[in-house]
């Protein structure tokens, strides 16, 4: 099964992946797909509000990211990592569960960031907004490093997450039933 997206006028065939015996979900995954990625960049770009920095959660969305501060001219992005690394220092991490996680995670800022966010109005960029808890995560270490959460932005919002008006998207998402049909 299969799902016909367009993403502001390009066009891509997702996969369905079973999540439960009543849920499917469209499998979009930037990954390897530099079209796209440039495109979707591009495209978020124009409507996001002013901002001075770019910040993802790890790791979907660091290709997405990049390019967005790649094309703005930025000198630097940030990462929200999934765990401390050996080079962090005086890090600070919230707790998220995601839909496509079946455990508690944990995304991780060190202080040497958190120096660089300080004042500044951060832009929270993601893949797929789904149930918001990446989303809210990102915005706690950004809020907890002292920076101002200027924006957000995702290239996809997956089911309810497309009624929000909180977060600019290039296009929606449904979620499936087991048969593949869209959920109303």
């Not at 004042?119 to 149930?131: E, N």
């Amino acid at each position: 099964m299969t799902y016909d997206l367009d993403v502001a006028g390009m066009k891509r065939e997702l996969p369905l992946c079973k999540l439960t015996d009543e849920l499917c979900i469209g499998a979009f995954v930037m990954f390897g797909d530099v079209e796209l990625t440039v495109h979707c960049a591009t495209e978020l770009l124009k409507r996001v509000p002013a901002y001075d920095y770019i910040i993802a959660p790890e790791a979907k969305a660091i290709p997405l990211a990049y390019e967005m501060a790649r094309q703005s001219g930025a000198e630097r992005y940030f990462v929200a990592r999934k765990g401390a690394k050996a080079y962090m220092q005086g890090t600070f991490e919230v707790a998220v569960r995601s839909i496509t996680t079946m455990h508690v995670q944990r995304l991780v800022l060190d202080a040497e960031d958190a120096a660089f966010i300080k004042g500044k109005r951060m832009l929270i960029v993601d893949d797929v907004i789904s149930t918001g808890e990446s989303l809210h995560a990102v915005e706690e270490l950004v809020e907890r490093a002292g920076g101002i959460v200027a924006g957000r932005a995702a290239v996809l919002a997956e089911g309810d997450a497309a009624k929000r008006d909180d977060i600019i998207v290039l296009a929606p998402l449904p979620l499936f039933n087991a048969d593949g049909t869209p959920k109303t």
